[in-house]
């Protein structure tokens, strides 16, 4: 860092990576493509990131031409996993001296209105989940670089990349988990939100379910809601017919519905009935028995969210394939009981 210097500037990045300030300029500004090496600009992408380098975004608009500044779009703020995608896009924005403006679009509401009197004056790209799709229609912008983030790759018209977790393969380790414990009979307490993410979870349940003999699916939808997922499990529960041995929930706040339900109806988890989330928030180790769910790395996912309109924005191919998953096992699911 340059002496007297509380914050480190251009110069102490091109020390650290070994390059002329000339470079550092071109690499952080976004127009080194034929004017400087792959190699060296991961150099000085790595050296800003680890000086915490922080260019001066007000200059460099006015020589650029450009905001640098990111849309997020995301359905709501109401759980911690659109937090970590926020997280993890600023984290990879702010590397290459760019900023996200986080916009939740109003549920319930119709399509939220445009958050700037001119979207193509006030940004560079646009990154938005499946979810929230309907905000985009009052966004002005066409000819703005979007990228889609949680949505059909074969049908987001208008999208200069998709970025997805492996959803598919979430649901199929839950279905292989609960097939291999024995259970046969499964109600899917499905999130009633007509998104791409929530019909994969249920075409692969069904899919996967229906391969293994002595099988049964009943699905009941419910809002993302808590008391939503209450209504609509105890509801399923107590219909006439043989009960479910295993509930698959769209996702973990499903899930601590289930278990509100399961409980005002005495039955026990996972001895009468197993249950399972999807996702993986702090929701899933506070509730008792600690929940069975699958792992989505909301961060990462914000990251190559992130990385992928910038590549866009620098005419390189966006990275392909899918975020892995994981699964967890914990003491929410167990063998079926005894017929």
Known sequence: MAPGSTRPTSRDVAQAAGVSQAAVSLVLGGKWRGRVSEPTARR??????????????????LRLGRTRTVLLVVPALTTEFFAGVYTGAARVAAAHGFGVVLYPSPEGIGPAKDPFASAQAALDGVIASSMAADALTAIRGGQLPLVM?????????????????????AVRRIAEHLLGLGHRRYLHLAADVPSWT??????????????????????????????????????ALTRPGPRPTA???????????????LRRLGLRIPDDISVTGLDDLALATAID????????????????????????????????GDIPVELVVRASTAPPPAD
């Open 44 to 61: 000085v992408r790595q050296a800003a990131e680890e000086l915490g380098y922080r260019p001066n975004l007000a200059a460099r608009n």
């Open 149 to 169: 983030l949680d949505s059909d790759p074969a049908g987001s018209p208008g999208a200069a990349a998709t970025v997805n977790l492996d959803i598919a393969d």
């Open 198 to 235: 929530f019909a994969v979870r249920a075409r692969e349940l069904a899919a996967r379910l229906t391969t293994a003999p002595g099988t049964t699916l009943h699905t009941a939808r419910a809002p993302l809601t808590i008391d939503g997922a209450l209504a609509a499990a105890q509801a």
């Open 247 to 261: 509930i698959v929930c769209d996702d973990d706040k499903l899930a601590a519905g289930a278990y509100k339900a």
């Open 289 to 320: 028995p600690e929940l069975t769910t699958v792992r989505l790395d909301a961060e990462q996912f914000g990251e190559r969210g992130m990385r992928a309109l910038l590549a866009v924005l620098e005419g390189r191919e966006p990275e392909r």
